[in-house]
């Protein structure tokens, strides 16, 4: 049973928009959640994080928001760029001390 | 730092045959994690130690998946023995202190294919 899920395997986005990538989750126990970001032949490498006593949270180009009402998070990246092309993979924990639970990832192509 | 290192890369088998994979850690780091990323699954978290110490196994898949930790600076995922399904990437991940919320650093995996 997936308790992190992207529902969107893939999604192209023109360079300058705004990508968003979704994530729902189901464990209403988690309260901290990230977004990786993985190239091929890499590691996934942390992008962004919020707790659950935010509903946003912003770094530069990304901005992470969350709504615990409806167990859902977003990443927006504006304006998108060729680089941000990669698997981007939604995460979450509870009370800091439980492994992260991925979810499958999102495939993300920003067309020049 | 060199990050998080995995050796081999890429890792190529027959079915039957013993795999062992192996995981550097970043220096200082306590917490070290191994993932497998299916298409199908997603990536998945097989085990966690923290000071060398296994505390959740419970995503290992089978009695044929071990892991150890002998020390803070190396750690070992075997196969034993393996089969076609066990085709993967296995991700190693390191992280300071022992609270999830720290950021886990990946290394860049290693290819597995079980023929």
């Known amino acids: 049973d997936q308790q992190v899920k992207q529902n969107s395997p893939s999604l192209s986005v023109q360079e300058g928009r705004i990508s968003i990538l979704n994530c729902d989750y189901t464990n209403s126990m988690f309260d901290y959640f990230l977004w990786y970001k993985k190239y091929p032949a890499e590691g996934p490498t942390f992008l962004i994080s919020i707790s659950s006593i935010k509903d946003k949270n912003e770094d530069g180009r990304f901005t992470v928001f969350l709504n615990k009402s409806a167990k859902h998070l977003s990443l927006h990246i504006v304006p998108s760029q060729p680089g941000d092309s990669a698997v981007y993979f939604c995460?979450?924990?509870?009370?800091?001390?439980?492994?992260?639970?991925f979810g499958k990832g999102t495939r993300l192509s920003v067309i020049a | 730092d060199a990050g998080v290192i995995q050796s081999p890369r890429h890792e190529v088998t027959e079915m039957g045959q013993e795999v062992t994979l192996r995981c550097k850690p970043i220096s200082g780091h306590n917490s070290l994690f191994w993932y497998r990323q299916t298409m199908m699954r997603g990536l998945e978290l097989l085990i966690y130690?923290?000071?060398?110490?296994?505390?959740?196994d419970s995503g290992m898949p089978e009695d044929r998946f071990s892991a150890k930790m002998p020390n803070a600076s190396f750690s070992t995922l075997k196969i034993q023995p393996s089969e076609p399904r066990d085709s993967a990437v296995y991700f190693c991940?390191?992280?300071?202190?022992?609270?999830?919320?720290?950021?886990?650093?990946f290394g860049p995996g290693t290819r597995l294919t079980v023929l």
């Open positions: 130690f923290n000071n060398n110490v296994p505390i959740d």
């Open positions: 991940a390191s992280t300071e202190g022992q609270g999830m919320d720290n950021e886990q650093f």
């Open positions: 995460a979450a924990s509870y009370s800091g001390n439980t492994p992260l639970v």
